[in-house]
């Protein structure tokens, strides 16, 4: 043997395993991350409009139960300021994420 | 483009950012993996999951460690939770009984390169990763004392024993291979 026992072994703990990853292996893996960020963006769109829709719902239920029968009729007015308020919760979150969260991080890099 | 530019444009959302991520450290979670396991299908589904929990975790890195080291680390406890499930870890460090196949004790310096990585393949889930992480990767103790949480002596241990093992099997076979002669 050319060289000493410790420096073969050596040479062996530093060999690559054969093992390589397939070519689209990052495509793969970049589609996969989109595809879970797309599910978990949808889900919270879902949670917020849930949201929404679960205050209106108690709002009117409290006004029933404590304003008795026929009290919602008086605010009909309102019910399309309470569907504008609901969408302008999903709108600001959107434009929260899209206009600030990404520009601050473009800055960074 | 350094890793702290590349980290904040990943964090973006940018997606040629990600890539340049994942090919810069691809080789390391692979070799890490490939150590681990032995079929090839469930080495790029544990690479793709690796990349997957690094870009969920991503904005918890603060750069208090080299960002290759934080992936390391990722890959180091997915790589070991895997084995657990599998039970790839019953493995004893002293009760290891190499086996050594003759067409591998040939001691030209390519052979017993090869053979090497034959024997390393057979020793504790957390032994191969110490000697990948130290010899392959270039890591230095502190390094490798944070990617696997285990402390500096037990780090330096497990290099120790197995390089003194993988030496005495290898010298055995040797004296085997000249008394054959």
């Not at chain 1, 093992?19 to 990052?26: N, V």
Request: aromatic content about 10%.
């Amino acid at each position: 043997m050319k060289k000493n026992i410790e420096e073969l072994i050596e040479e062996g703990l530093k060999s690559e395993p054969v093992f390589q990853l397939k070519a689209d292996f990052r495509d793969r893996v970049v589609r996969m991350i989109k595809k879970k960020e797309q599910k978990a963006q949808r889900r919270f769109y879902l949670l917020i409009t849930a949201g929404v829709v679960l205050l209106l719902g108690a709002g009117a239920g409290i006004l029933q139960y404590f304003g008795g029968a026929g009290s919602l009729s008086g605010y009909d007015q309102f019910i399309p300021y309470a569907v504008m308020f609901g969408g302008l919760v999903v709108l600001v979150q959107y434009l929260d994420k899209k206009l600030v969260k990404d520009k601050f991080f473009k800055q960074l890099a | 483009m350094n890793d702290r530019q590349l980290v904040n444009a990943v964090l973006s959302g940018d997606e040629s950012a990600l890539r340049t991520l994942i090919a810069k450290y691809e080789r390391l979670v692979a070799h890490m993996v490939a150590r681990v396991i032995n079929n090839d299908l469930d080495r790029e589904e544990l690479c793709q999951d690796v990349f997957i929990k690094v870009h969920e975790k991503l904005h918890t890195f603060n750069f208090d460690s080299k960002l290759s080291t934080w992936i390391a680390t990722i890959a180091y406890r997915l790589a070991v939770n895997f084995a657990k499930k599998k039970k790839l870890d019953k493995v004893d460090f002293d009760s290891v009984e190499f086996q050594i196949e003759d067409e591998q004790t040939s001691f030209e310096d390519e052979d017993l390169s090869r053979f090497v990585v034959h024997l390393v393949n057979q020793l504790p889930v957390n032994y191969k990763l110490v000697l990948t992480l130290f010899y392959l990767e270039g890591f230095r103790y502190p390094e490798i004392v944070e990617i696997t949480g285990m402390p500096e002596g037990t780090v330096k241990n497990y290099l120790h024993r197995a390089k003194n093992k993988l030496k005495i099997i290898i010298e055995e076979s040797a004296r085997k291979e000249v008394e054959l002669i």
